[in-house]
């Protein structure tokens, strides 16, 4: 069964800072691996699609990588900015199966 | 391009009373899933439809239904209400090619 773990659950750092957020997952027989953002009682923006045949993905100031042979994930934000702040999500689509399996999110906070 | 659209956006309930939800995917998508979110749970798969047919279920109780139109709107339905069925339900579409998803903003649910 996959299981996807996200850490820290919560994090608060000052504008400006380059910051990661971690995503692993337990079985790397996935099909896709897609970041979210999430703010407070609204739906889920999709950030980033990362295809298992790909390493990373960048947009803006975004960069999501992929290492399926040892489950995990990074998204990486460059000079944040207050307007970040969100729940940032990490779903992985299992190989063969029509459905995304989501981690607990990170709670992200960029003081200003 | 619309995005995905869900009504209503809230509703209040009754324990023991039905309620059905609506989404309307992005045109093109044939492709719609549903997901259950809670703060104790996070994010679970409920089920997922295409081209009229059931794909994938999550492991939810028989109260819980959908269906999916021909045109690709889809409903779900849940049956006699539980106080534990109050949480934010999203809808995403996506198409077959990238199964990148695509959430609506959310039907808040309270039962109470």
């Known amino acids: 069964k996959q299981e996807v773990t996200q850490i820290p659950a919560a994090l608060s750092v000052p504008e400006g800072e380059n910051l990661v957020l971690n995503c692993s997952f337990t079985?790397?027989?996935?099909?896709?691996l897609q970041w979210f953002r999430q703010d407070p009682g609204k739906g889920l923006t999709s950030l980033l699609l990362?295809?298992?045949?790909?390493r990373e993905q960048t947009s803006g100031r975004l960069n999501a990588s992929l290492d399926k042979s040892s489950g995990r994930s990074t998204l990486y934000i460059a000079a944040s900015q207050p307007g970040d702040s969100a729940t940032y999500l990490c779903?992985?689509?299992?190989?063969?199966?029509?459905?995304?399996?989501f981690g607990q999110g990170t709670r992200l906070t960029i003081n200003p | 391009k619309a995005g995905v659209t869900q009504t209503p956006r809230y509703l209040i309930k009754t324990r023991g009373q039905q309620v059905t939800l609506s989404c309307s995917p992005i045109?093109?998508?044939?492709?719609v899933s549903w997901y259950q979110q809670t703060p104790g749970q996070g994010l679970q798969f409920l089920f997922e439809?295409?081209?009229?047919?059931?794909?994938n279920k999550g492991n939810f109780p028989g109260r819980f239904s959908g269906r999916q139109f021909s045109n690709s709107r889809s409903e779900m339905n849940v049956s006699t209400l539980e106080l534990g069925d109050s949480a934010l339900y999203l809808c995403?579409?996506?198409?077959?090619?990238?199964?990148?998803?695509?959430f609506g903003p959310g039907t808040r649910l309270t039962v109470t």
């Open positions: 995403a579409s996506s198409l077959e090619i990238t199964y990148e998803q695509y």
């Open positions: 079985d790397s027989a996935i099909y896709n």
């Open positions: 990362i295809q298992s045949s790909q």
């Open positions: 779903a992985v689509r299992p190989a063969g199966a029509q459905k995304l399996v």
């Open positions: 045109s093109g998508h044939r492709s």
């Open positions: 439809y295409f081209s009229e047919t059931q794909r």
